[in-house]
């Protein structure tokens, strides 16, 4: 069946007054400056990358639908695993991304999977387009796949050579080979959420977890909470007290899973995301020898922060995403959906609804991009506008699709039902967006500063 | 009028509502991470018939959407349904789909309609609300053949793979589903065998009730209705019932959910003190106050006197704004929580996916808004 010729209340291409027809017409050298090529949105956003970054998000994009597309619904949908039990769908995926280098792309070839060309270029720009074509896709198997990377970076902030050839440099090389080492990150506790992300809280909170020193190494006891694969994970970069001193003694250790003590306590049920596991882990006087500590002990509140400020990209990544796949989805309901012989593609207030969620979508993309595309230097302020806007407005724009499929959004086949609980998440973890809008003031509080004392 | 109920005998009923919610409801869904099961919900709206809240089909029925021609008959629904949200809006809203056939029944005074073992009313088509279609035919208004062409493709559908979205608890047998014969709505009772019916899974919000997508059919009973006028009211009347208790439910659900933020910000310490103290924490808190309080007064003028379909355009323009309150308290309230807010067995996440749920069935608030515009357009 051809293709309708234009929608309602749109000129066809055809039509005598459609700028298509006439600026063709237009003389040869004007022709090209008004002329722009047919091209999708998202061909025309990686036509404005890097030649490195626009094979990248092609790249990741491929992946995506090949790996993850297949597998989103019913990850979503299976129980919630036990501590050490990984679905079998998921394993595979671990594997093949391995193979594929998706969990060993912080660090160039050979020592990692990233091409030395994409260096040229800010990390935290390359990670944002990893999580958004893969949240685009399934946000809970972004997140299994991702979470890993937020581990390696402590270790990598850390500047400690030693740590990245004795840690890093053997896991990447098992999980090139197929055989996944995946590592988590572990900084909230209990009594610690949104301590563990912000100065002031931090200054007078209580450590849950503290170190203590012993013959050759630390003690570590107590507990972390909400740790994204942290049921999975062989290394995880865990940040500890030392004994009786404040969380400006944090350290970073390693701790791996066959440790005597650690313990996997279980897996929170969860909104969304499910594919990834939020764990809590116990240290039940774990030992932690000293070449364990990641840089240097008291170091740890420097790397947390440093950590979060790259990784914050990443998250905004992830909300551009799932907003760029919700649009999609009500895109193609709209398109698919009849009502009294139209589609309802050609009904105004959808074309409204969706011509926002496109607008949002990309507005939040170039603000991302445009901080990241110089962010050498993760900044605080950027990396925290960057995480709270786009995962606000990345949340809007999924009602906009749910709002858009009405009653038949709400069904778990929709697939934007699932970026609604997925997305939410966004706006909570790597620190509330209202932790997140402090940071931005922190970050510039020197500025305010300046400008009471003059008035 | 005989004036039936007064304010004392609407706060006795509701009183043993509160206690009937408190005393039996919520022993059945303390842990919100297990979804109840069918057995359960059966058992308690059986209890709830029994006890005079949800009407019987024989017999001289009390309860949901009865005495709806006196003033505080709809005020007295509402809050019923409300009481019942407060402690789960799942049971609610089954209690509700319980009453409304038998309102139906009796309003088309068609006691036959109510012949299969459990039934069901559907109010909404395929899609939307029927765009400007719906309010120029209740408002009375001369339709034009694009009116009827959409009334009827709303209300059955012509494209093969179009469903319909019922969310009720499984295992009905019929459904009472209103169709559109070229000049009025009317209804037909249909048996589930005809729609073809598919479990969809899992939905949003709503965890007690299942989502059944049924399939457009011409297939059953028409239950007749002489009067094109009266066949009018009783399809408005129905939408206003319907909007009642989605709102109702709404608040409900956010009320429980103010009630756990509010505990959340007094327990939990942050920077070495209660969380309650920050404003931050402040502003979420009490952007959930505000939006019960805004749509508690709502839920007042929406029931405020006797039941008439020419209300719909208020109720729709009401219900229009109150959702999308509902659903901004019930994130904020959420947000409190931090990270446990997102997990299933704190109870908040279902508050929220339960407000996002209620926002979308029967209407969004876009096509309620629309439909308010034609609505005052016309009339």
Redesign the interface.
Known sequence: MNPQPHLDGYLSAEHPLSPRGLFADLPAAIRPVVTPKLATIWEQDTATLPRGLAQARRRYRSFAERELRHRSTAVD?APHPTPGEVLPSLADLLKTAGREGMLTDLLPRPFGSASLGSYRYPLVWTQALRTEELARVCAGQMLFLSAHSLGVIPIIFAGDLSAIRRFVLPAYGQSIAGDPHVFAYAI?EP?????AE?G??AS??RPGVVAKRVNGGWSLRGRK??ISGGDIAKSITVFAALEDEGIESWTCFLVTNDMPGFEVVRN?????MRASA?AELAFHDVFVPDDHVIGKPRQGWAINRATLNASRYAVAGMAVGLAQGATEAAIDFACR?????KS?MD?Q?VQL?IADMMTETAAIRGMLWQAARKAYVARQDRSSMCKFHCTDEA?RVV?MA??L?????????SAV?KM??DA??T???EG???IN??AVIEDQQEQFLARIERN | METLLNKEDVQTVLGEVRRFARGVVSSNVERPEHSLPRDSMDALVAEATEAGFIPDAGGDPTGLWVDLDDPLGLALSARTIETLASVNPGIAWSCHVRAMPVWLARRLNRPEALDEKETVVTLQGCYGLGRTALPRYLAGAKLVADDRAMLKDWLMPAQKDARRVVHAPTGFDGVLSPYFDGEAVGWMRQPIDALDPLPVGPTLGLDEVDAVALASSEAGTPLGLEDPEEARNIFAEALVIESLALVAVGLGCLRHGRDLAREQAKARKQGGRSIAHHPAVQSLVGSADSAVAVVDALLDRMADGPLRGSRVGDVFAIRAEAHPLLCRGATDALQVFGGSGYMQDVGMEKVLRDSQQLRLMGGTPGDLARFVAEWERVR
């Not at chain 1, 959906?337 to 012989?341: I, P, S, V």
């Open positions: 949908l909230t009594s610690a959420g949104s301590d912000e002031h809280g007078i909170s909470i909400f929170e049920l969860k909104m969304g939020a959906t009849r009502l009294a012989g309802l009904f207030e609804q949340v009602e749910l709002e499929m009405g009653n038949h959004g709400t069904l778990h086949g039902e609604y609980r939410r998440l706006q909570i973890f509330t967006n209202q809008r402090l």
